[in-house]
């Protein structure tokens, strides 16, 4: 089973949505869009679904284009951010509605519905209408509708945005062993890293409107194809300075430097940019090699065990995400150190050149 987009773009006008995209997707397989608000990941699932058709380009479904096909006439399944149930009809016939459309036998439906709902946690409210459930429930209640639909597509577009941190945190840990023996192509939608990584699978990064990367969702992170990808995913995005080769050194800001070393060794001199996550970015040196900033502190933010530090170095916004509580002086200068073994190297285009030496030997 494959999902297949060959030179796929959307525009409307002078305005263009996606840019052509060549991507394909397995059966069995969990798929990530990442990407920020408008980046392109509701269009590109509308393409992916038969919603939209595409400007240019074609969709392919295990070998056949399905591009013109609408998708009334897809086995395809949707799972949006907001709560799309019957509200009228019980939990049971919400489940049950998309298989009675397929004339489905009521022995069939109810063995399916009641397994759903099982997997779902809620095999005790099947009486009940959606209004009279949890916000949770009532997402679990759509994502039922969608696991019994047996769909060779199933799209996910941000679908726990709207539920607390709670039962968010359980739905992410459930959702890839509920599809897991299903053997469809899940597409999930996000603008969290965080949600990318818990989930698994494939990554693809969007920015505006283009996929920066696709692959395995681990190495997109370690191994960054370019700037832009390494920015989306990290939370916060990822700092960025700028940086000079001289011979066996890599010379930051503020005088300091680093070994060009393995990989480094032979990159040709000149100038580069150097990238850093914030949660790399810390208050107290660690590492005996680390270096050490004096940037500006503008802003803090406590977060209960966590402290994220807004900072100014020579115009250059920096964010860093520090384990504990820490209450710094403001608008004054601020030793924090970093650690040459989780700096990634990219080019002034902004491809990368080298990746940080603790992702390349992950």
Not at 245 to 271: E, I, V, Y
Request: with cysteine.
């Amino acid at each position: 089973m494959t999902l297949q987009l060959e030179g796929v773009s959307k525009g409307t006008g002078r305005e263009t949505h996606i840019h052509p995209i060549d991507l394909t997707l397995q059966g069995g397989t969990m798929n990530v869009l990442l990407g920020p608000t408008l980046s392109g990941k509701t269009t590109l699932m509308r393409l992916m679904a038969g919603l939209d058709r595409p400007t240019e380009g074609r969709v392919l479904w295990n070998g056949e284009d399905v591009t013109a096909v609408p998708v009334q006439k897809r086995n395809v399944a949707m799972v949006y951010q907001q709560f799309i149930n019957y509200p009228s009809i019980t939990v049971f016939e919400n489940i049950a509605s998309p298989l009675r459309l397929m004339g489905k036998s009521k022995s069939d439906i109810h063995t399916a519905v009641h397994e759903a709902a099982d997997m779902m946690k809620l095999g005790a409210m099947l009486d009940r209408k959606p209004l009279e459930l949890s916000g949770g429930q009532q997402q679990r209640c759509a994502l039922a509708r969608a696991l019994v639909k047996n769909a060779g597509l199933v799209l996910l577009d941000e679908p726990l945005a709207n539920l607390d941190y709670k039962l968010r945190e359980e739905l992410r840990a459930e959702i890839p062993r509920i599809f897991e023996k299903a053997g469809s192509i899940f597409v999930y939608a996000t603008t969290e890293p965080e949600e990318a990584l818990l989930l698994g699978g494939n990554t693809a990064t969007l920015w505006e409107g283009r996929v920066t990367q696709f692959g395995n969702t681990p190495t997109v992170y370690r191994k960054p194809v370019d700037a832009t990808t390494a920015r989306v995913f990290s939370d916060p995005p990822m700092n960025f300075l700028q940086v000079s080769k001289t011979g066996a050194k890599l010379m930051f800001g503020d005088g300091q430097s680093a070994s060009a070393s393995g990989s480094l060794a032979h990159l040709p001199d000149g100038r580069y940019m150097a990238g850093f996550r914030p949660n790399h970015l810390e208050v107290s040196r660690h590492a005996a090699d680390a270096m050490e900033f004096h940037p500006q502190l503008s802003v803090t933010e406590i977060t209960g065990s966590e402290t994220f530090i807004h900072l100014d170095h020579n115009g250059e916004r920096w964010v860093g995400l520090i384990h504990g509580v820490h209450n710094l002086p403001l608008d004054k200068p601020l030793p924090v150190y970093l650690d040459p073994a989780h700096v990634y190297i990219f080019d002034t285009d902004g491809g990368l050149v080298a990746p940080a030496s603790y992702a390349a030997a992950a």
